[in-house]
């Protein structure tokens, strides 16, 4: 029989009747590209059995509505229809293989689990878990006759196939796997071309972000010493930034010389040494200071006449701790208490602030800080070329004497 | 003031210079010939065997431009053959029919598999349509052409159903496959489309950089602050 020839039977019964003319049937929907091939071994494997054998590997017949028991309903139902003792096996697209041992000598469920065993085994060797169907029906029939018929009780897990054959079937379950067209994977697509629209982006985004790394490094970076250096606009002072008005000066002025009239009040009744000496010292230096038009000159003289007047307050025992200016603001600002890290040009210093301006800095707020007019604008008071800047009004001074001395010491040197 | 106006200045020369540096390199990546998916296809559906179906598909398709799997002979009469054959053959494309039933243990796990087994060992230029018995719609594909597209579904009884997408295939115009490079479409959409995602790209970097510094030097001082 040419395999060509093989019918496709609608229903079980002209299954049955093609199966009593020909005892095996391999439809080519199911024989893996392979079906003369298939239908050649697994005729040869039948003519070598002891007993007969129905083997149907097929479309399910349109009467068989059983889903995946299709194979076992069909075997059970063709073995009661051909009534003839043997082994029926029926296989089909999406259902188990159907087998059924009648009156052979084989118990059939010892005959089912050593071809459970069998299959395990060609499987192994194959490397998969489903066998190819005409490869597991030749696994079945090589099952039948690698050993006699045993009967109910016997042992199965032993596998019974030679290993040639075990590997000849493996070989052939690989070679029959079905072609598959390959999948589209990711990482075998060609590289993204290196096109125009792509230069351009790439340029940009290194320009963008070495300019705005760039200018914000120049800027200062926030959360690191030195963001706070410049004053962003806006921000408030007692006196408009760069702006210190007259009337500030004259306050100032008047200020300080109410305080320079209150230290020469105390300077006869104070205890002479060390402390008397330092306030003396102030005052003197202080006096040179107090016509002075520039705004710096004239805080300079109301701290300086401050830190005398501390210094006998001490030496008259009505105070313990010298005069010590807060950084950002020291004419108007309360005494320091509290210090707190600012870079000064490359270097960070601690320097001393009051309470107000240490509150700011840890929220993140520019103080209130003493700025005057310079060429280009106004600025910090720490900014600027002149011995406040460099002492900090004695914030960075180790004391009002020292202080004192670096003042006379700029004045002479004008 | 002119310190920091300088520096400005300098920071843009620098970024100019940078980003045209990056720009300008010679690809950062060897260009790959461009192999289109369908071409893959058919270079691995060339190195395997057809089996014994797909065989006679191809002899079938290559005889009279029909072909039927044996499961549906009977289904058509000689005449309702023979006219779908006359379709075909009166196509300006050449086309190449299977109808044939759903299978998976056939030498091929999908009608995918099992066109691309088709055109590769039929060897021809035209217009390659499986149906599927009970599967439509129809799978189609081309040699040397565009793939084509109809509105036949394959519903229906199977004689109409396939005149139906014998009549629109051959009905279709010839269109030449354009063979030329995808690299030709810009995915970024030339310097326009490359320049505004640059910019958003770059931005987006330097906040996130912001962020990232400004978090790790609140971090670092705070430490610093309490080990003091």
Same mark, same amino acid.
């Given at each position: 029989?040419?395999?060509?020839?093989?019918?496709?039977? !609608?229903?079980?019964?002209?299954?049955?009747?093609?199966?009593?003319?020909?005892?095996?049937?391999?439809?080519?929907?199911?024989?893996?590209?392979?079906?003369?091939?298939? $239908?050649?071994?697994?005729?040869?494997?039948?003519?070598?059995?002891?007993?007969?054998?129905?083997?149907?590997?097929?479309?399910?017949?349109?009467?068989?509505?059983?889903?995946?028991?299709?194979?076992?309903?069909?075997?059970?139902?063709?073995?009661?229809?051909?009534?003839?003792?043997?082994?029926?096996?029926?296989?089909?697209?999406?259902?188990?293989?159907?087998?059924?041992?009648?009156?052979?000598?084989?118990?059939?469920?010892?005959?089912?689990?050593?071809?459970?065993?069998?299959?395990?085994?060609?499987?192994?060797?194959?490397?998969?878990?489903?066998?190819?169907?005409?490869?597991?029906?030749?696994?079945?029939?090589?099952?039948? $006759?690698?050993?006699?018929?045993?009967?109910?009780?016997?042992?199965?897990?032993?596998?019974?196939?030679?290993?040639?054959?075990?590997?000849?079937?493996?070989?052939?379950?690989?070679?029959?796997?079905?072609?598959?067209?390959?999948?589209?994977?990711?990482?075998?697509?060609?590289?993204?071309?290196?096109?125009?629209?792509?230069?351009?982006?790439?340029?940009?985004?290194?320009?963008?972000?070495?300019? $705005?790394?760039?200018?914000?490094?120049?800027?200062?970076?926030?959360?690191?010493?030195?963001?706070?250096?410049?004053?962003?606009?806006?921000?408030?002072?007692?006196?408009?930034?760069?702006?210190?008005?007259?009337?500030?000066?004259?306050?100032?002025?008047?200020?300080?010389?109410?305080?320079?009239?209150?230290?020469?009040?105390?300077?006869?009744?104070?205890?002479?040494?060390?402390?008397?000496?330092?306030?003396?010292?102030?005052?003197?230096?202080?006096?040179?200071?107090?016509?002075?038009?520039? $705004?710096?000159?004239?805080?300079?003289?109301?701290?300086?006449?401050?830190?005398?007047?501390?210094?006998?307050?001490?030496?008259?025992?009505?105070?313990?701790?010298?005069?010590?200016?807060?950084?950002? !603001?020291?004419?108007?600002?309360?005494?320091?208490?509290?210090?707190?890290?600012?870079?000064?040009?490359?270097?960070?210093?601690?320097?001393?602030?009051?309470?107000?301006?240490?509150?700011?800095?840890?929220?993140?707020?520019?103080?209130?800080?003493?700025?005057?007019?310079?060429?280009?604008?106004?600025?910090?008071?720490?900014?600027?070329?002149?011995?406040?800047?460099?002492?900090?009004?004695?914030?960075?001074?180790? !004391?009002?004497?020292?202080?004192?001395?670096?003042?006379?010491?700029?004045?002479?040197?004008? | 003031?002119?310190?920091?106006?300088?520096?400005?200045?300098?920071?843009?020369?620098?970024?100019?210079?940078?980003?045209?540096?990056?720009?300008?390199?010679?690809?950062?990546?060897?260009?790959?010939?461009?192999?289109?998916?369908?071409?893959?296809?058919?270079?691995?559906?060339?190195?395997?065997?057809?089996?014994?179906?797909?065989?006679?598909?191809?002899?079938?398709?290559?005889?009279?431009?029909?072909?039927?799997?044996?499961?549906?002979?009977?289904?058509?009469?000689?005449?309702?053959?023979?006219?779908?054959?006359?379709?075909?053959?009166?196509?300006?494309?050449?086309?190449?029919?299977?109808?044939?039933?759903?299978?998976?243990?056939?030498?091929?796990?999908?009608?995918?598999?099992?066109?691309?087994?088709?055109?590769?060992?039929?060897?021809?230029?035209?217009?390659?349509?499986?149906?599927?018995?009970?599967?439509?719609?129809?799978?189609?594909?081309?040699?040397?052409?565009?793939?084509?597209?109809?509105?036949?579904?394959?519903?229906?009884?199977?004689?109409?159903?396939?005149?139906?997408?014998?009549?629109?295939?051959?009905?279709?115009?010839?269109?030449?496959?354009?063979?030329?490079?995808?690299?030709?479409?810009?995915?970024?959409?030339?310097?326009?489309?490359?320049?505004?995602?640059?910019?958003?790209?770059?931005?987006?970097?330097?906040?996130?950089?912001?962020?990232?510094?400004?978090?790790?030097?609140?971090?670092?001082?705070?430490?610093?602050?309490?080990?003091?």
């Amino acid at each position: 029989m040419l395999w060509t020839d093989v019918p496709y039977p !609608d229903t079980v019964e002209q299954l049955e009747r093609a199966l009593r003319e020909q005892p095996v049937i391999v439809h080519e929907t199911m024989g893996g590209g392979d079906t003369a091939g298939a $239908l050649e071994r697994i005729g040869r494997l039948v003519s070598e059995l002891p007993f007969r054998a129905y083997v149907a590997v097929v479309e399910t017949p349109d009467d068989v509505d059983a889903g995946i028991e299709a194979g076992r309903y069909l075997a059970t139902a063709l073995s009661r229809r051909i009534g003839e003792p043997g082994l029926y096996v029926v296989d089909g697209p999406d259902s188990v293989l159907g087998v059924r041992m009648v009156g052979t000598g084989w118990d059939e469920t010892i005959f089912s689990l050593q071809t459970s065993t069998n299959q395990e085994a060609v499987g192994r060797s194959a490397g998969t878990t489903v066998l190819s169907p005409t490869v597991d029906v030749e696994t079945v029939l090589e099952t039948a $006759l690698a050993s006699p018929p045993q009967p109910s009780g016997s042992e199965y897990d032993e596998v019974t196939l030679a290993d040639e054959v075990i590997e000849d079937l493996a070989e052939r379950d690989r070679s029959l796997q079905p072609y598959e067209r390959p999948g589209l994977d990711d990482e075998d697509a060609p590289p993204e071309p290196w096109s125009t629209g792509k230069r351009w982006m790439v340029g940009t985004s290194v320009a963008i972000v070495t300019l $705005l790394v760039l200018l914000q490094t120049l800027r200062g970076w926030p959360g690191w010493p030195g963001w706070r250096r410049r004053r962003p606009e806006g921000s408030g002072t007692r006196s408009a930034p760069g702006r210190p008005a007259t009337s500030d000066v004259d306050a100032l002025r008047a200020d300080a010389t109410a305080q320079l009239t209150a230290l020469a009040e105390t300077l006869p009744v104070a205890p002479q040494g060390d402390r008397h000496e330092r306030a003396a010292l102030a005052r003197e230096v202080a006096e040179h200071l107090l016509d002075s038009d520039d $705004l710096l000159d004239v805080a300079g003289a109301l701290v300086l006449a401050r830190g005398g007047r501390r210094e006998l307050a001490i030496a008259l025992g009505r105070a313990r701790t010298p005069y010590r200016v807060c950084f950002f !603001d020291p004419p108007r600002h309360p005494t320091a208490s509290q210090t707190v890290e600012w870079r000064f040009g490359d270097s960070v210093v601690e320097v001393p602030v009051c309470r107000t301006c240490r509150r700011d800095i840890k929220a993140d707020r520019v103080p209130e800080t003493l700025t005057v007019r310079r060429v280009g604008g106004s600025r910090p008071y720490y900014e600027t070329d002149t011995v406040w800047a460099r002492t900090g009004f004695g914030s960075l001074s180790t !004391d009002i004497a020292e202080l004192a001395r670096q003042v006379a010491a700029e004045r002479q040197r004008r | 003031m002119r310190l920091r106006l300088l520096g400005a200045v300098l920071a843009v020369g620098v970024a100019a210079g940078a980003g045209y540096l990056a720009a300008t390199v010679p690809g950062h990546h060897p260009v790959a010939e461009e192999v289109s998916f369908d071409q893959q296809n058919l270079t691995a559906a060339a190195e395997a065997e057809p089996g014994d179906r797909v065989q006679a598909a191809i002899d079938g398709v290559r005889e009279t431009g029909l072909y039927i799997g044996p499961e549906l002979r009977g289904e058509l009469t000689d005449d309702e053959v023979a006219a779908i054959e006359r379709i075909l053959a009166g196509s300006e494309v050449p086309i190449f029919l299977v109808w044939w039933g759903a299978s998976y243990d056939s030498g091929y796990n999908t009608d995918y598999a099992a066109i691309d087994l088709l055109r590769v060992n039929v060897g021809e230029d035209g217009y390659y349509a499986v149906v599927s018995d009970g599967s439509p719609p129809p799978l189609l594909e081309a040699v040397g052409y565009e793939s084509p597209y109809i509105d036949a579904d394959g519903k229906g009884r199977p004689a109409a159903a396939l005149t139906r997408i014998a009549t629109e295939l051959a009905a279709l115009p010839a269109r030449d496959l354009d063979d030329r490079p995808s690299s030709a479409s810009d995915y970024w959409g030339g310097p326009g489309g490359g320049i505004t995602a640059g910019v958003l790209f770059g931005v987006g970097g330097y906040l996130g950089l912001l962020v990232v510094v400004g978090l790790l030097g609140v971090a670092l001082r705070s430490g610093r602050r309490e080990s003091a």
